[in-house]
């Protein structure tokens, strides 16, 4: 992997290099700065003209104080999501009889940006009572690893993007991703233009179509990787715990499963089953979990001779209360990169899916079906199957490079 | 070592018996029936109900599916609904096709893959690390029908187009006028059809025995025997392909048996972009034809395949590896 020239240090958190993170990468998780120590002592509080520039302009009072990094990274999409509103202000205004969808997008867009400035004005709060304690709890030392690393901070950056895109898909397409206009005039136009990455054959906007994919990519990505997580995790931990009969059924369905081409299982089922879009992603999920079961178990199995399990069994504990309370929770970290990786080979596998007409059905865009639409006309338009394969590629990369991150600040043994 | 082999070999019994339930299951629960495909204004109802008597479907379900798996287990596969003929004539077509395929794919992933691992662990930080990190990470994200595609528009249709003195065939096993070419010709027409299917197959998952191969190059790099032998003189290419190499091997071996599934996978999708005569394609047709004689003998076969295969890693595993004793 990329990042290994950070392993030198890591042994030595305190000599490590200040972190340098790339601007507009963490916009949407204000959440994670809890385990924030930054590198260099802050000072005590926070002087009030700081909290003041910052009630005005998120990020401007770290700016003032010299933290332009900080300020950055919260001033940059502020300022990016202000434009939004006001580059689409028309179309908010219009919005008031629309859908649902509508309605999340302006509370995705007026949400993110409180959210920004919300976090803004807390981190001056609270840094003099931070800067004191510096955390050593696992997920403390995960975040701070994950932090040096900066492809995995880019992945992401590219993912939080994503989502926010998906979620303000009705504010940022350029034109209507259904829409069909004279097709003799607006089919297959190059890229360049009003239509930056061109039309298809109907003259409907790529850019807009792969805007409004997304949705379908990532919610079935995320949602698909939830069921086969709970499952898989579930599964592993009773295998390895309970041993036995209970091991060896388990074992074996998981093998049965992992013997079969999964492609060949999805295309029977969402063929002859006439799969709706909840079907697909039920399915996608139900037929991933064997590799983290395998993983689950192998962790418990060693975790189970541990004393702080005998202890809870001497204790009287029942056995779920030890499997949910005592196991579960000390094997999550290889589920977390498992699920990781795994959200990015499940946007593969919809993609192919609909690659081969048995995803979601048009004239809803997805990613794959817009491959599969473009490889009829590929060499007199390109453009319809290059770019949302570009971006089912550049998905995919950011979850594997977050997910190659997570292994390397979760895993101690790679702690070389 | 001939125990271990049996052991494995009676318990796949179970796991392929499980695997042939399934399949049966999943198909005979799923509304409609082979018979759907004859529904047509002109085909009276008498006659649907005559077709469902003769392919036994008709009977309950339990009586289907003992007598389908006893035949099968006989070695009768049944008959091919939609191509009307048997199932096995089928097969004996199309897996040699898929074999070539995949086979050729198999022996160039590892090749490749452990190559450039090898030579990105022994080079670490260099630029060749750095680039070839970066370039097999974008393939291995990559989904494959993209990635043939994109291959066909390069190096076939717009390969035509720029006048390149090369452009490969991006369909089918041998060109129209196969029949009447020399020999020689006959062969290197096999190998051009070969390229683009066998390279979208290799680029995508060689990245991915690239990466494993250098992480695990890299621990044996670390350990104490390797500092011993570079400690006592020896050539660091002795160092490398001696100590270092055949160690870190070992656990790539247990790749072989956790890539078929994908590989298989990926067939269909390279197997229906460039009209590759083969299984995946078998497969596909059938279970939109709801061929299901067909389907179940197809997907039964590369579960075959796939459990023989773990099992070939496993003993693979265990010959090159002394200290790994089974019995």
Do not use: C
């Not at chain 1, 202000?82 to 908010?92: K, M, N, P, T």
């Not at chain 2, 990466?211 to 695990?216: A, N």
């Not at chain 2, 269909?268 to 590759?276: D, L, P």
């Amino acid at each position: 992997m990329v990042h290994d020239s950070r392993r030198d240090n890591i042994a030595d958190p305190e000599s490590a290099p200040p972190v340098t993170v790339p601007t507009g990468t963490e916009a949407g998780v204000p959440g994670d700065h809890s385990t924030v120590s930054s590198s260099e002592p802050l000072a005590a509080s926070a002087p009030t003209y700081a909290l003041l520039l910052s009630a005005l302009l998120p990020g401007g009072g770290h700016a003032a104080m010299g933290e332009w990094i900080r300020g950055l990274v919260v001033l940059l999409p502020w300022g990016v999501l202000l434009g939004l509103a006001y580059w689409a202000w028309e179309r908010i205004i219009a919005l008031d009889s629309a859908s649902l969808d509508d309605y999340l997008a302006i509370a995705t867009l007026f949400g993110t940006m409180l959210m920004l400035w919300s976090w803004a004005l807390w981190d001056l709060a609270v840094r003099g009572r931070r800067a004191a304690s510096r955390r050593d709890s696992q997920w403390a030392i995960a975040a701070r690893q994950f932090k040096r690393n900066r492809l995995a901070l880019v992945g992401l950056g590219v993912i939080v993007v994503l989502y926010l895109v998906a979620l303000l898909a009705p504010l940022i397409a350029p034109h209507d991703p259904i829409a069909q206009e004279n097709i003799a005039a607006t089919g297959f136009l190059p890229p360049g233009g009003t239509n930056l990455l061109g039309t298809d054959r109907f003259g409907r906007d790529v850019l807009s179509r792969i805007i409004y994919g997304s949705r379908i990519s990532l919610s079935i990505g995320f949602i698909a990787t939830a069921i086969s997580i709970t499952i898989g995790t579930l599964l592993g931990a009773a295998a390895g715990y309970f041993s036995g009969k209970v091991d060896t059924l388990i074992m074996r369905f998981t093998d049965m499963v992992l013997a079969f081409p999964r492609l060949v299982l999805l295309i029977m089922i969402v063929a002859l089953f006439d799969a709706s879009i909840t079907v697909i992603i039920i399915v996608l999920g139900l037929t991933q979990w064997p590799g983290t079961t395998r993983i689950v178990r192998g962790d418990v199995l060693s975790l189970r001779e541990r004393e702080f399990i005998h202890a809870a069994q001497a204790l009287g504990m029942s056995r779920a209360r030890i499997m949910m309370r005592h196991l579960i929770p000390n094997v999550l970290a290889p589920v977390i990169v498992a699920a990781t990786l795994g959200i990015g080979n499940t946007i593969v596998m919809e993609a192919g899916l609909s690659f081969l007409g048995l995803g979601v059905q048009p004239p809803t865009p997805t990613w794959g079906s817009m491959v599969a639409e473009g490889r009829d006309n590929l060499l007199g338009a390109w453009w319809v199957a290059t770019f949302p394969g570009l971006t089912i590629v550049m998905v995919v990369l950011a979850f594997n490079l977050v997910g190659d991150g997570l292994r390397d600040a979760l895993d101690p043994r790679l702690r070389t | 070592m001939g125990a271990f082999i049996l052991r494995r070999l009676l318990g796949a019994i179970p796991l392929l018996l499980g695997i042939a339930t399934i399949i049966f299951f999943i198909l005979n629960l799923a509304p409609g029936d082979p018979t759907t495909f004859y529904y047509n204004p002109n085909v009276p109802p008498e006659i649907i109900e005559q077709l469902r008597r003769n392919l036994g479907l008709d009977q309950p379900l339990y009586i289907q599916y003992w007598k389908w798996l006893t035949s099968f287990f006989q070695g009768d596969f049944g008959h091919s609904l939609a191509q009307s003929r048997p199932v096995a004539d089928v097969v004996f077509e199309a897996l040699p096709n898929t074999l070539m395929l995949t086979g050729t794919a198999l022996v160039l992933v590892f090749v490749i893959g452990m190559f450039i691992g090898v030579l990105q662990a022994v080079r670490q930080y260099s630029i060749f690390d750095s680039t070839s990190s970066v370039v097999s990470l974008f393939f291995y994200s990559m989904p494959s029908f993209w990635l043939a595609l994109m291959l066909v528009l390069i190096f076939s249709l717009k390969a035509h187009v720029w006048g390149w003195p090369f452009a490969l065939p991006a369909t089918g096993i041998t060109s129209v006028d196969y029949e009447f070419m020399s020999a020689g010709d006959k062969i290197m027409d096999r190998i051009t059809h070969l390229i683009l299917p066998v390279g979208t197959l290799t680029l995508a998952l060689a990245a991915g025995v690239a990466r494993y191969m250098r992480g695990q190059m890299l621990e044996v790099i670390r350990q104490d025997y390797i500092r011993t032998a570079r400690a006592k003189g020896l050539p660091e290419r002795t160092v490398i392909t001696k100590h270092a190499l055949r160690n870190s091997m070992l656990p790539v071996i247990t790749l072989l048996g956790l890539y078929l599934p994908f590989l298989f996978s990926g067939t269909i999708f390279i197997e229906v972009i460039f009209a590759w005569p083969g299984m995946g394609r078998v497969i596909y047709d059938a279970i939109f034809q709801r061929d299901y004689p067909l389907v179940m003998a197809t997907s039964f076969i590369f579960a075959v395949i796939v459990v023989l295969g773990n099992l070939l890693a496993d003993v693979l595993y265990a010959v090159a590896d002394p200290r790994i004793r089974y019995d």
